[in-house]
């Protein structure tokens, strides 16, 4: 009887300290999340995705509440990005060609999160792992589970220090790194000057033209079913006025997790299916006269249940 009374205690302890250690996992992610928003700081950062290494120096700043991030590429093509009040600019160094894109799919260059952690405990979990080293400064390491089968599981390295983050991965469902985000160096700084060469070099634009935000109600399709916690970010329409086409934009997320859907004309070539490109999987469908597509780094059966259950309206 002593034992069985014993036994129930250690697993009732191990079943607490579980629960505590999502808390304090949770914990890690919200203060990082502050940290990336409100300190000045720079580095050399690697990304590596779909069999591409790029390496960038990067640097974060924020005045007067409001952030601005920059990538500075080290090797060709040489370019330039900024994000700052909602937008993203490239500028290709060769060429001064601009590129702008007002409604960027990431809030972020390094790590994509959620504004509230603690709504997505039914679809993920936080788990503290043991603690690694990266770029030499000591970390912790969590892991961001999922419990169904419409996302990626992730592990980011949090910086004990100054709860930036250091290292971040993505894995498929077989648990290959599909994409990677790394500090080689970083430091946290006295602010950085906000000033870039863009704001003196532009000469070209990007010749499609942005029209005025629409509403969702606007798209030209409805979605019936999402995985549960994706809602819509974003709708937009961009207008080719030299071809007559227009493409329409619904940005989904989870907070992690992002997927596009596309809706434009059917074009003579187009054909339905799936399409696997590394880590980011897609969806064709044509309904009547348009070509949808679904796309995002998700798996499969992400893209699949939602090109399900689109209809146009």
Not at 221 to 237: E, G
Not at 244 to 262: C, E, K, N, P, R
């Amino acid at each position: 009887m002593f034992y069985r009374v014993l036994l129930i205690f250690c697993l009732s302890n191990t079943v607490a300290f579980a629960k505590a250690a999502d808390v304090s996992a949770q914990k890690l992610l919200e203060n990082m999340s502050q940290a990336m928003k409100q300190l000045d700081y720079q580095g050399t950062v690697a990304f590596f995705k779909n069999g591409r290494l790029d390496t960038m120096k990067y640097f974060h700043s924020v005045n007067n509440g409001q952030e601005q991030e920059r990538l500075l590429s080290l090797n060709s093509p040489m370019r330039e990005v900024i994000r700052e009040a909602g937008s993203v600019r490239c500028v290709f160094k060769k060429t001064n060609e601009v590129v702008v894109n007002n409604n960027p799919v990431s809030d972020s260059f390094i790590v994509d999160l959620p504004e509230d952690f603690a709504t997505l405990h039914n679809v993920y979990s936080f788990v503290a792992l043991e603690s690694e080293s990266v770029a030499m400064l000591p970390a912790y390491v969590i892991s961001i589970e999922p419990k169904d089968q419409y996302r990626y599981k992730r592990k980011i390295w949090i910086n004990k220090e100054n709860f930036l983050p250091l290292k971040s991965e993505v894995y498929d469902l077989s648990g290959t790194t599909v994409e990677q985000v790394v500090f080689t160096d970083i430091h946290v700084s006295s602010p950085i000057s906000t000033a870039s060469s863009i704001d003196h070099k532009v000469k070209n634009h990007n010749t499609k033209e942005q029209v005025e935000p629409p509403s969702i109600e606007q798209a030209r399709i409805v979605l019936q079913q999402l995985p549960l916690h994706y809602s819509v970010v974003f709708y937009t329409r961009m207008d080719e006025r030299s071809m007559g086409q227009s493409t329409g934009h619904i940005l989904l997320s989870d907070g992690f997790s992002a997927v596009s859907v596309y809706i434009e004309d059917k074009g003579d070539d187009t054909k339905e299916g799936l399409r696997v490109l590394g880590s980011v999987k897609s969806l064709t469908k044509i309904i009547d006269n348009f070509q949808i597509t679904v796309l995002g780094e998700v798996p499969v059966s992400a893209v699949r249940f939602i090109a399900q259950g689109i209809r146009l309206k």
